[in-house]
């Protein structure tokens, strides 16, 4: 009889990749459990995760109309023949720049996939960042020209989240959180609502979503006016203070507090907690504030502060490095190939001025119906989520008019409909993965369990796409073993040493945090310093409009929307701790706790239009409608209706205008935009 086994892998279901410890018998999961205590709700579900009936088990061709999820089975020879068949052909006929290579979820491949967008010379890889983080980082790099900084709160005295809810957006560091009580720590949370994270807050700022920028702005108001602020570190390192204070000025807390619906004597005490009990950190969102259509001019007023304050590049506040680190390969060292024009780029000129080598892909409906500013033809997606996108029908509509279109994934969901050619990917379980932790800790991800069907790793099926059509990578074109330990080169490891050590090794070769560092290398922005008034934006105010100050432009003033017939603001994907975007809707433990769309109302809301616990309701806004539940909760700000994406029977981004962008980034206004409810 065979014994049961433990494996060492790393989730991949979600953003933070916990560790979990797979019982393996005979060759199957039986059961998993977190490496270091509990899973969340998604990690408990592997198993039905990995073993789900929607999983692609073979390459599938299309045979029917596209749309009509007729496929038939093929060999992996017969794919990659059609892929290198078509991709040279349409490379040949329309230019590579004609071929979008994609990456959705999950993220761990997006360097390999990278690599072979330019080895085929398409300027145009593409991430579902288009719509989630890279805005944050770009107001980020507006001001400091590195990317984002987070606090380090083993060492703050004041830890402020803007609107970070841990306990659902990143479950491992909720322990970390409940310590920072028990040291003393003072603690600020912003957010609309209430929610676990918000108990354990000294100051809970319950601001009216999209006012973000305005709060911000107020909290500089009263540093600068109390004096609060570093002299010191703004009359040496900052450029722009000047025209920045005179703006801020009109940011009185009363003002502030007509914008934002919250108390000004709180956000007086707020300003002065974060400006005066020191070290202070900021914890930061993904992508919260920036879903909005002033996101970026929003954030970058909140991501000013920690200048403001002295609280950039200290201990326990938000340093460049808060600990060691290993250097590796790969992530974010990958330069995109910039050689021709990219799609979004005379849309979103910031987005590629302050690079993070992606094209910005939010319109690419548009992109391929009008071939502007030149046709798309192919589409090679490793995730593709059409959910991802506001009004998703209308991208599936464009996704018929391509004359290629392959995807990756793990399930055959309605965002494979339109393709080509589907192929099966491995889950973290069916794999081994080179994992770079904390602290410069490196570990080898376990494989498992062999693949189901003929399911195979992402990045060898990349390799082999390159191979196939005669492209040429050093780092991919010797093969996955070699490319794992072409990722480890810096830190002086190898795969076959993590191997050896299934808990992981310490990188060979530590970087150690060097406070203040700017003293010596100044800041990778045009000015040298760190720029209130960025000249990066200031550039584009005749042509695009965009100004250097972190201007706040109200949503409510200029959305565009009738709010007498749209009186209900919209806010789309709210986290949850059993939903990740569209992945696990499928998996019946996760289905089973929410049966159901829910459309989440204030019990005031529900009141005003005669509505109760548990009927069923329609929520409409001038772009679309959608049928639910109604649950009721104090916890929701008025005046605001909830629900969360990614659900087939209830699209929540069908409601959100295709057209309603941040002018910035291209990041769609999914937390405030505008909405009717209905009893049915």
Same mark, same amino acid.
């Given at each position: 009889m ?7 892998v790393f989730?991949g ?15 199957k ?8 205590g509990g ?6 579900a592997s ?5 789900n ?5 073979y390459?599938?061709?299309r045979?029917g109309?596209?749309g009509?999820r ?9 794919? =990659? ?5 078509? /991709? ?6 329309h230019?590579a720049?004609?071929?979008?290579? !994609?990456? #959705?979820y ?5 360097p390999?996939?990278l690599r ?20 944050a ?9 590195n990317?984002?900084c987070f ?5 703050a005295k004041?830890v402020l989240?803007?609107?970070?809810n841990l306990? +659902? ?10 310590g920072?009580?028990k ?6 949370v ?9 108990c354990?807050?000294?100051i +809970?700022?319950r ?8 709060l911000?702005l107020g ?5 600068i006016?109390?004096n ?16 920045y ?6 940011f ?14 709180k ?6 907690m974060?400006?005066?009990n #020191? ?6 969102s993904?992508?919260?504030v920036? $879903?909005?259509?002033n ?5 970058r007023?909140?991501q ?37 024009e ?9 987005w590629f001025?302050?690079?993070c080598?992606e094209a ?7 992109y391929?119906?009008k ?5 798309i ?17 209308y991208?599936q ?5 391509l004359?290629? =279109?392959?995807n990756?994934?793990l ?6 409909? %339109? ?6 990917a ?8 080179v994992?770079?932790?904390?602290g410069?800790?490196?570990a080898?991800?376990?494989k &498992?369990?062999?693949p189901l ?13 390159l191979?196939?059509m005669?492209l040429h990578d ?6 996955y073993?070699?490319? %794992?330990n !072409?990722? *480890?080169?810096?830190?002086? *490891? ?9 808990e992981? *090794? ?5 970087r150690y945090?060097?406070?203040k560092l700017?003293?010596?290398?100044g ?5 040298g ?7 990066v934006?200031?550039?584009?105010r ?20 009738d709010?007498e ?6 806010n789309t ?6 939903r990740f +975007?569209?992945?696990? !809707?499928?998996?019946?433990? /996760?289905a ?9 109302l $204030?019990p005031d809301? &529900? ?6 616990e ?7 806004s001038?772009v #679309?409608? %959608?049928?639910?539940i109604?649950? /009721?909760?104090?916890n929701n ?6 629900i969360?994406?990614?659900n ?7 409601l ?5 962008l941040?002018?910035?980034s ?15």
């Amino acid at each position: 009889m065979d014994k049961t086994e433990v494996k060492k892998v790393f989730c991949g279901i979600c953003g933070p990749c916990c560790p979990i410890d797979a019982y393996v018998k005979e060759g199957k999961i039986i059961s998993v459990e977190g490496s270091y205590g509990g899973l969340c709700a998604k990690g408990a579900a592997s198993k039905q995760y990995v073993y789900n009936k929607e999983r692609i088990l073979y390459p599938m061709k299309r045979i029917g109309e596209k749309g009509s999820r007729k496929f038939e089975r093929i060999t992996w020879e017969e794919a =990659f023949d059609l892929i290198v068949e078509r /991709l040279l052909e349409i490379r040949e006929k329309h230019g590579a720049k004609s071929t979008i290579f !994609y990456a #959705g979820y999950p993220k761990w491949y997006r360097p390999a996939l990278l690599r072979l967008s330019n080895a085929y010379g398409s300027p145009n890889f593409c991430t579902e960042s288009s719509t989630c983080f890279q805005a944050a980082d770009i107001a980020w790099k507006s001001i400091y020209g590195n990317n984002i900084c987070f606090p380090d709160m083993n060492n703050a005295k004041t830890v402020l989240f803007w609107t970070s809810n841990l306990y +659902h957006s990143n479950t491992p560091m909720s322990k970390m959180y409940q310590g920072l009580k028990k040291k003393g720590v003072k603690i600020i949370v912003v957010d609309p609502r209430k929610t676990a994270t918000t108990c354990e807050a000294d100051i +809970h700022l319950r601001i009216m979503p999209g006012t973000d920028g305005a709060l911000a702005l107020g909290m500089a108001h009263v540093i600068i006016s109390e004096n609060l602020y570093d002299k010191e570190f703004v009359e040496n390192y900052v450029y722009g203070f000047e025209e920045y204070w005179n703006y801020v000025k009109d940011f009185t807390p009363d003002r502030v507090s007509e914008i934002t619906g919250e108390d000004p004597e709180k956000i007086i005490q707020a300003a002065r907690m974060y400006a005066t009990n #020191g070290p202070a950190g900021i914890m930061f969102s993904a992508c919260t504030v920036v $879903h909005h259509i002033n996101g970026v001019q929003n954030y970058r007023a909140v991501q000013i502060l920690p200048a403001l304050t002295g609280n950039y590049d200290v201990k326990g506040g938000n340093p460049v490095m808060s600990g060691p680190a290993a250097p590796c390969n790969e992530f974010g060292r990958v330069k995109r190939y910039d050689g021709e024009e990219a799609i979004g780029e005379k849309d979103f000129p910031v987005w590629f001025d302050l690079p993070c080598n992606e094209a910005q892909c939010t319109r690419l409906a548009d992109y391929i119906l009008k071939e502007e500013p030149y046709p798309i033809k192919a589409f090679v997606g490793f995730g593709f989520n059409r959910r991802m996108w506001p009004q998703p029908d209308y991208l599936q509509e464009a996704m018929k008019k391509l004359d290629f =279109f392959v995807n990756v994934d793990l399930f055959m969901s309605d965002s494979c409909d %339109m393709a080509d050619l589907v192929l099966p990917a491995c889950t973290s379980f069916e794999r081994e993965e080179v994992k770079a932790l904390k602290g410069g800790k490196f570990a080898i991800s376990q494989k &498992a369990i062999e693949p189901l069907g003929e399911a195979k790793n992402d990045i060898e099926i990349i390799i082999q796409m390159l191979l196939r059509m005669g492209l040429h990578d050093e780092a991919l074109e010797k093969g996955y073993e070699n490319y %794992m330990n !072409y990722i *480890l080169e810096p830190s002086g *490891l190898t795969v076959e040493e993590l191997r050896q050590h299934p808990e992981g *090794l310490m990188s060979k070769n530590l970087r150690y945090p060097e406070e203040k560092l700017y003293k010596k290398q100044g800041f990778q922005t045009p000015s040298g310093k760190v720029e209130f008034c960025s000249q990066v934006l200031e550039k584009y105010r005749d042509s695009y409009g965009y100004k250097g100050i972190p201007e706040y432009i109200d949503f409510r003033e200029y959305s565009g929307v009738d709010q007498e017939k749209y009186p209900l603001i919209l806010n789309t994907g709210t986290r949850k701790p059993h939903r990740f +975007h569209a992945r696990v !809707y499928r998996v019946p433990w /996760l289905a089973n706790l929410e049966k159901e769309p829910l459309i989440e109302l $204030h019990p005031d809301d &529900a009141e005003i239009y005669q509505l109760s616990e548990g009927e069923e309701a329609i929520v409409k806004s001038p772009v #679309g409608e %959608m049928k639910g539940i109604v649950v /009721l909760s104090k916890n929701n700000y008025p005046g605001i209706v909830h629900i969360y994406h990614g659900n087939v029977k209830g699209e929540a981004n069908d409601l959100i205008s295709k057209d309603y962008l941040d002018p910035i980034s291209g990041f769609p206004g999914y937390k405030s935009y505008f909405c009717k409810i209905e009893k049915i």
